[in-house]
């Protein structure tokens, strides 16, 4: 093995990693520290290689590949995190618009973007979850695997990859739906309510006085619904890690 080899398979070592740091919100997130995510790439890397093997020798030419494969199935795993949280943040927008909060918005630390509050306390609470519930063990777990399922190399891209990527989209809409559908349905009824009232009392302004009520029993219901949000991501977390390994394996 040459001084190339050794340098190029240290290097690849790194790429799955910082893959996941960059992907995964409580491993690395947009402003966290750039010194806390190297180390924490390094400390990801330094484990892998007592496990992961590597190539004794790797083209030149076709290096950029290797690296390619890498980064895409260090994100692929990392999708498994994101869809909770993106998950999360489509049940905050919809529940946000059908309280009347969605013009409330404030900066999210996790992607730096403009977020409504709603989807910015689910998806930080489902993070905490994640963390309360040892999820990121399962990452690493599953970043472990993934050197003895799909060893550093070249690899081809599979033919489910798009059936894969459809199915991650539609667990983040079933997921979402499902954390937010107790307020949704319970508005429902109040809109409802609210169009009977109006059909009774014509002169009544239902738009003004049925503003506050929606407010209210939103966020009531909402604060009732938080305790459940446990049970939905544990239910979910064999799932998109799954998907995630499916993902992965489009890349073989």
């Known amino acids: 093995m040459t001084g190339f080899d050794l340098v190029a398979g240290l290097a690849l070592l790194l790429v799955r990693p910082g893959m ?28 892998m290689a007592m496990t992961a093997p590597v190539p004794p020798s790797l083209p030149a030419t076709g290096l950029v590949v290797v690296v390619l494969r890498e980064a895409a199935i260090g994100l692929a795993i990392a999708m498994a995190v994101r869809v909770l949280v993106g998950a999360a943040e489509f ?4 529940i946000a618009y059908q309280i009347g909060l969605s013009l409330g918005s404030l900066i999210d630390p996790q992607s730096g973007v403009r977020n409504n509050v709603l989807a910015l306390l689910y998806a930080n609470v489902v993070v905490v979850l994640c963390l309360a519930t040892n999820v990121h063990h399962t990452l690493i777990r599953a970043l472990a695997d993934s050197y003895t399922a799909l060893p550093i190399g070249f690899g081809a891209i599979g033919g489910t990859l798009a059936d ?12 979402g739906l499902r954390i937010a559908i107790p307020v949704v349905a319970v508005l429902l009824l109040i809109e409802f309510g609210l169009g009977l009232l109006a059909r009774v009392a014509p002169a009544l302004n239902v738009i003004v006085a049925g503003a506050p009520v929606r407010i209210v029993v939103g966020l009531l219901v909402l604060a009732a619904s938080l305790v459940g949000l446990p049970a939905v991501v544990a239910r979910f977390v064999p799932t998109v890690f799954d998907l995630a390994a499916r993902l992965a394996a489009g890349f073989r």
């Open 91 to 94: 049940a905050g927008h919809f």
């Open 164 to 175: 894969t990527v459809a199915d991650l989209l539609g667990a983040v809409f079933v997921i």
């Open 20 to 47: 996941i740091v960059i992907g995964t919100p409580f491993f690395g997130a947009l402003h966290a520290p750039t010194a806390v995510r190297v180390g924490l790439t390094l400390m990801l890397a330094v484990l």
